[in-house]
């Protein structure tokens, strides 16, 4: 018997892999013998092995971080039956596995030619020989093995179904993260509080996201980041005067942050959108977009990319260099106004991109309400793009 391994999801869709070993262990590192490569993020160095015993195979996961999965459940050692779908690392490579058996397997049964008398025993004529008894018995486990395959088929579709959408665009949130994480941009601003007479009162800093919309240098984010005072009312009757945008890339210091310019503004503080702009040539776009509110339900899974708390966690991790957090949550509700999602964003998630399953953009992380840290309010990526209309349409004239 040989056993086999389709890639349902990712990069290696449609492949088959075929394995005679009476063990095959499975990760990331090449010394294994399904090797996924670096690209399989969710997936551990030896995440797991498949193992031979007699006609069962059994599949053992080798602590791996982020788990093992058959048919939606989290095991640590299970049997296989063919057909399972196995999920290495939750949201990561999704695999069919199956079992064929050898040529001279699937012929034994017509090659011996099984009579029996009344009694039970085998009839004198042609007389069976000494295994055929045992061949009987690989009849049965042969017809019971169908049958599982046929259940196991079932029961993979409904695990389908229930672990990916019916959307064949749609991926996993490792994929949504490497196709848009090169774009999202840490954004800090300084201005200065003016009284009614022009003195200046205070200075003050911001820091926040944004997210690179095309290969001009355009960056979308909040109005409220770059003109703070219009939305605190800790500043009645100030108004306000920005000093200094620095924008830094992912995977650049704190150091290199270059300067940034306001390119449009929403019309007023209700349509919470800033447009900047950028001279920084390499500078990576976002995946795409879905500005169309009709295509975001409740209940679909969106994913946040940003920067949680500004520079404060990177200092606190040690990190030498400025890279974005990912994070996840729902839709809860669809607004007039705004979406409204169940995932916590913190200070430094404002401006960033939320995104769909398929890795496009449908709208801007704004606000949390208050003490309720679980909701969070997205602007629709619509009011962003129809400040840039005239952007798009020539970018589109240039694919």
Known sequence: MHVTFTHLIGPNKGERLRFDEARISIGRAPDNALCLGDRA?????????????????????????????????????????????????????????????????????????????????FAKKG?????????????????????AMLVGAVGGIVAASRLRAMDPERVNITEVAEENAGAVVFIRTEFELLDSNGQVTATEARTGSGFVAFD????????????????????????????????????????DAMPAEIYKLGANSATDVAILTLNARGATPVHGFDSDIEHTSQGDEVVVIGYPLGLDLLHKTNDVTVDPSVSSGIVSRVGHDYIQLNLRAYRGNSGGPVLNRRGEV????????????????????????ALISSEIQSSNGRR
């Open 127 to 147: 007389d069976s020989p000494p295994h055929a008894h045992g061949l009987r018995n690989n009849s049965v486990l042969l017809v019971a093995l169908v049958a």
């Open 216 to 255: 001009g240098g355009l960056i979308i984010t909040n109005r409220h980041l770059v003109r703070d005072w219009e939305y605190n009312s800790s500043t009645p009757g100030l108004t306000g005067r920005i000093t200094k945008i620095e924008i830094t890339l992912p995977h650049q210091k704190s150091g």
């Open 41 to 121: 993020r969710r997936v551990s160095s030896h995440h797991a092995e498949v193992i031979r015993r007699g006609d069962q195979y059994l599949l053992r996961d080798l602590g791996s971080t982020n788990g093992t999965m058959i048919n939606g459940r989290r095991v640590v050692v299970s049997e296989l039956d063919p057909d399972d779908l196995i999920e290495l690392g939750a949201g990561g490579p999704l695999l069919r596995f199956g079992v064929e058996l050898d040529s001279t397997e699937d012929q034994a049964e017509t090659i011996v030619e099984r009579r029996r008398d009344p009694s039970g025993s």
């Open 362 to 385: 449908i709208g801007i992380l704004t606000a949390k309400l208050g003490d309720a840290q679980d909701i969070t309010l997205c602007t629709p990526i619509g009011a962003a793009l």
